[in-house]
């Protein structure tokens, strides 16, 4: 079982194709993971930001169905290219990272497969890195799969 990571980004696109390639036929949940608005703007110190009369249940609800959206759109592109999927979404739990993590052990997941959007110097200290968390703290395999454009452009100038 395979826990695919994603975002509909380019990176998570090509880790989807990339386990297709890698893992064929196998059985996969594609994850998506969304925040609920409180909690985003708690984390974030935009709580004192928003105005009076936020309908946030409103704003959760849209939030949850774009993450259902985006991981039946990264299931359909699984099933396009050879693995058997499931989508799935989870609430974020206390990082991206950690909820990774825990849905890997809830589904007995044999690997992790995710993209990387190949941020370095302060862009990567200051957003983070969820792949970099989730390799340090996995107990399992993990595929970090860079984006077709990080990839090039690491090609054009190898380290």
Known sequence: MLLICYDGSPDARAA????????????ATVLSVWEPFVELMARTGGIALWAD?????????RAERAARERAEEGAARAEEAGLN????????EITIARTILAEAERIGADAI???????TGVK???LGSVSHAVLQHA??????????????????HPG
């Open 16 to 27: 989807v194709d990339q386990a297709a390639l890698l893992m064929p036929g196998q059985p």
């Open 53 to 61: 009369g936020v309908d946030m249940e409103q704003i959760d609800v």
């Open 85 to 92: 999927p499931v989508p799935r979404t989870r609430t974020r």
């Open 113 to 119: 497969v995710m993209g990387t959007r190949g941020l």
């Open 124 to 126: 990567s200290l200051m």
């Open 139 to 156: 107990d399992r395999t993990v595929v970090v799969v860079p984006s077709p454009e990080v990839a090039a452009e690491r090609g054009q």
